[in-house]
């Protein structure tokens, strides 16, 4: 906060552990400087959702930072998941907790390979389709990318609501 008192133009990179801490700092340093672009994440807190969801067994693809929280990539099996199976992709979407991005075979090994990362994942891999119809209807055969929330992936994954909790100001 000392570097931009003295120059509100300078810009600023620290490491944040705590995330409360770090949404008090972006809270903070938006109130005092409006103008600037401010961004504070903690890394513990954007590493946490992908460290969880590897230890349970789930491929993520990759985590991205969205405002306060994180936003999923990761692979899915249709089969035994009610909120996916058997449903159109408009109708599996679910606002504010996850999207279909792709359908592909289940058929194909799910073991994770180098390639499959964000970054490194093939748009045009055989058997996978980047722009499905909202029509197409999901079946026990099909694998899919979805975007989601931890909570959003959390809810697919076991079909337990999660508690409600309060909105981070």
């Known amino acids: 906060m000392a570097a931009r008192e003295a120059n509100p133009q300078v810009r600023v990179v620290m490491r944040l552990y705590d995330d409360d801490f770090a949404a008090t700092v972006s809270r903070t340093m938006r109130a005092s400087y409006p103008d600037a672009t401010t961004r504070s994440r903690s890394v513990?807190?954007?590493a946490a959702p992908s460290f969880a969801a590897a230890m349970m067994g789930r491929h993520v693809?990759?985590?991205?930072?969205?405002?306060?929280g994180s936003l999923l990539f990761t692979t899915v099996d249709v089969a035994g998941h009610p909120e996916?199976?058997?449903?159109?992709l408009h109708h599996a979407f679910r606002e504010n907790e996850w999207r279909v991005l792709a359908?592909?075979?289940?058929?194909?090994?799910?073991?994770p390979r180098s390639?499959?990362?964000?970054?490194?994942?093939?748009?045009?891999?055989?058997?996978?389709?980047?722009?499905?119809?909202?029509?197409r209807m999901l079946r026990a055969g099909d694998?899919?990318?979805v975007a989601s929330t931890r909570r959003g992936l959390d809810f697919?994954?076991?079909?337990?609501?999660p508690h409600p909790t309060a909105p981070r100001v």
């Open 115 to 135: 390639t499959d990362t964000l970054g490194g994942l093939r748009l045009d891999r055989p058997g996978f389709d980047w722009r499905p119809p909202h029509g």
């Open 156 to 161: 697919l994954m076991t079909g337990v609501q």
């Open 44 to 46: 513990s807190a954007l």
């Open 61 to 68: 693809l990759g985590v991205m930072p969205v405002e306060r």
């Open 143 to 145: 694998r899919v990318v």
């Open 103 to 111: 359908v592909g075979s289940a058929l194909e090994p799910a073991s």
């Open 84 to 88: 996916l199976e058997g449903r159109s």
